[in-house]
């Protein structure tokens, strides 16, 4: 299979291309936020080339030295991300430029009253 005008392309540089329809095909990570705003199809990867992406939360030794309490809380918010939700994480991070601390104090509360429910 070849492919006639193949090129590099900076990762800065993909808004610009998928919005002036300058590329037919990009890798991305599964989690991209772009991939809503610019209608893309993730494809299988049938070959097992690339590595899965888990989305887990981390933190530093000296993270948890400060604050012990927040393991557990991570620990159970780490199996609760999907990859759908992390796109539109990421989504409302990259494209809309929500401040951080908004989005995951928003994302948390969701967690805490679907599971009052």
Sequence with gaps: MGFSG????IL????????E???DIISAFSTDGRIAEF????LPDNRH?????EAIPMVS?????ELPESKESLQKLGV???NQQMIKLYHKAQVIK???ASIIKTFINQIKASNHQ
Excluded: T
């Design 6 to 9: 193949l090129q590099r392309l």
């Design 12 to 19: 800065a540089g993909i808004p610009h291309v998928l919005s």
């Design 21 to 23: 329809e300058q590329v």
């Design 39 to 42: 209608d893309l199809i993730p």
């Design 49 to 53: 080339h690339f590595l899965p992406y």
């Design 61 to 65: 030794q000296s993270g948890l030295d």
């Design 80 to 82: 609760q991300i999907s």
């Design 98 to 100: 929500q401040e951080l």
